[in-house]
Nanobody, 121 residues
Framework: QVQLVESGGGLVQPGGSLRLSCAASRSIFSINYMGWYRQAPGKERELLATITSGGITNVAESMKGRFTISRDNAKNTVYLQMGTLKLEDTAVYYC???????????????WGQGTLVTVSS
């Protein structure tokens, strides 16, 4: 199993930037996929970006140019760099780890507790 702890959320003005961190309790090389999601009030949770154990990244089309996902292997941490933030980026941001469980022959999903990002002037 793995535990995930997000940090870096807070209040930011429109047009500002913020970097979120997701620290894993074990090596991220052992995690097949890690992803960032967000959920705004009254809306469904949406996928923002993913990174594989091999370092392949994918960012949702609507976020390209503003959001970037990266990782620090030594710190077992995945980051979400967000720029040109808008009011509608206000949400709780979550990190998720997807791990292949060979014993159960299926993927397991582990979520962090979330970190709140508020974009406001």
């Amino acid at each position: 199993q793995v535990q995930l702890v997000e940090s870096g959320g807070g209040l930011v003005q429109p047009g500002g930037s913020l970097r979120l961190s997701c620290a894993a309790s074990r090596s991220i090389f052992s995690i097949n996929y890690m992803g960032w999601y967000r959920q705004a009030p009254g809306k469904e949770r949406e996928l923002l970006a993913t990174i594989t154990s091999g370092g392949i990244t994918n960012v949702a089309e609507s976020m390209k140019g503003r959001f970037t996902i990266s990782r620090d292997n030594a710190k077992n941490t995945v980051y979400l760099q967000m720029g040109t933030l808008k009011l509608e980026d206000t949400a709780v941001y979550y990190c998720k780890a997807t791990i292949w469980d060979g014993d159960r022959d299926r993927y397991l999903e582990v979520w962090g507790q979330g970190t709140l990002v508020t974009v406001s002037s």
